[in-house]
C-alpha cells in the first residue's frame, strides 16, 4: 500500500525540482536580457506597455510599418471623433507582426474598427527575406501567451529561435564589455526608464498611444540622391503577406471589426522619381475590392481637401508632427461622413 504513495511523492519531488530549474533558468535570461538588450529608446517597449496597461478601451486601432505610427495621431483623432484610439505602428511592420498585433489588441481592449495601412513595398516580401528585427521589437515585450507562441514559431525558421526566444543571444558578446553593461544599466535605472515616461531624440518624440511626433522638416532642395532611390517593384512574391493580409480581413468579420485600407502620403517628388505611383495605387485596390474593404490612399486625396507641403515631411516617405495632424484631420472627417470619401479622392495619381 506504500508502494503507490512513494511513487506519488518521488513523482510530485521530481516535478518540484524541474518546475524550480524552469523558474531558475527563467530569471537568468531575463537578468541577462535586462544586462544586454540596449531599449532605453525603444518607442515599441512605450507602445507595447501603454497597450496592456491603458485603462481607457481601445475602439480605434492604427496597424503598420514606420508610415503608419508617424502618420496617425490617435489622440487627436480620438478628439475629433470620439473613438477612443491607438496607433501600434512599428518600424518595418509586416503583415504576419500587424495580424498578431491585431490579435493581441483583440485580447486587451473591445476594438471595433481596424485602419491597416497598406505600403506597397511590403507586400511583396517574402518570408525568407524579410527583416526580423521588426518582428523581434515587437514579441520582446508582448506577454506570454498562446498568441506570442504562435507568433514566434511562425516568423521565422527554427534557426532563429535562438535569437528570437533568448533576446540577448543576439548580442551575447557584450556580456564581456563592462563597459557596456555598466552604461546599459546606469540607463535603465533612471526614473523615466523605470516610469515608462516618453522617450525624447533630437527631433522626435514619442507622444503617447503608439504615435511618434517628429518636428524635422524635409527639405528637397538639399536632396541630391533622387537617382538612388529604387522604382516601384511589383514582380516579387506576394503570396505570404497576402496570406496574412487575408487572416486579418477574417479576424475582423469573425469579431465584427470594420476594417479599413489606408496608405500614408509621401512627398510628391518622391512618388514622381520611384514611379510611376498608379500600378502600386491599382494592386492594392484590386486587394480592397476582393476582399470589400474600403481603401482610403493619401497620395490620391485631392489638394483642396488635403494640402501637404514639403514642410509637411520629415522625409521623402515620412511626415512629421504637422503633416500627421493634417492627415489625422482629413481621415477624422471622413471617419464622421464616409459620403465624403468619393468627393476626396481621385481614381489615380496622375490625374490629382
Sequence with gaps: MGIPGKKLKEAARAFLVLLAVFLLLSLLVKGLNYLVVDDADSYTRLAMHELYTQEEPVETLFLGSSHCFRA???????????????????????????????????????????????????????????????????????????????FVLHMSGSEHYTNTLLPFRRNWRLLGDWKYLEENLARKRQVAYVNYEPVVH???????????????????????????????????????????????????????????????????????VVGPYDPAHAYIEELAEKY????LDFNLCQQEYLD?????????????????????????????????????????YDVR
Design 72 to 150: 496617425y495621431d490617435p489622440a487627436l483623432y480620438q478628439e475629433l471623433t470620439g473613438e477612443s484610439a491607438f496607433n501600434l505602428g512599428s518600424s518595418s511592420q509586416n503583415y504576419d507582426t500587424s495580424y498578431h498585433l491585431l490579435k493581441e489588441a483583440i485580447a486587451c481592449h473591445p476594438v471595433k474598427k481596424v485602419y491597416l495601412d497598406m505600403y506597397y513595398a511590403f507586400l511583396f516580401i517574402g518570408q525568407q527575406d524579410r527583416d526580423l528585427v521588426q518582428a523581434n521589437i515587437i514579441s520582446d515585450y508582448m506577454r506570454p501567451s498562446v498568441n506570442k507562441l504562435d
Design 308 to 348: 501637404l507641403m514639403a514642410g509637411d515631411y520629415m522625409d521623402v516617405d515620412h511626415l512629421n508632427g504637422q503633416g500627421a495632424g493634417k492627415v489625422t484631420e482629413t481621415l477624422a472627417k471622413l471617419a464622421n461622413e464616409p459620403s465624403l470619401i468619393d468627393e476626396y479622392f481621385v481614381s489615380c
Design 202 to 272: 533630437e527631433e522626435e518624440r514619442y507622444v503617447g498611444r503608439g504615435f511618434v511626433s517628429s518636428s524635422q522638416v524635409l527639405k528637397p532642395e538639399e536632396i541630391t540622391w533622387w537617382e538612388k532611390f529604387s522604382e516601384i517593384d511589383l514582380t516579387g512574391d506576394d503570396s505570404f503577406a497576402r496570406s496574412y493580409v487575408e487572416r486579418i480581413v477574417r479576424l475582423c468579420q469573425e469579431e465584427n471589426i470594420q476594417l479599413i485600407f489606408v496608405t500614408a502620403p509621401s512627398y510628391e517628388e518622391y512618388l514622381k
Design 292 to 295: 470589400g474593404v474600403p481603401y
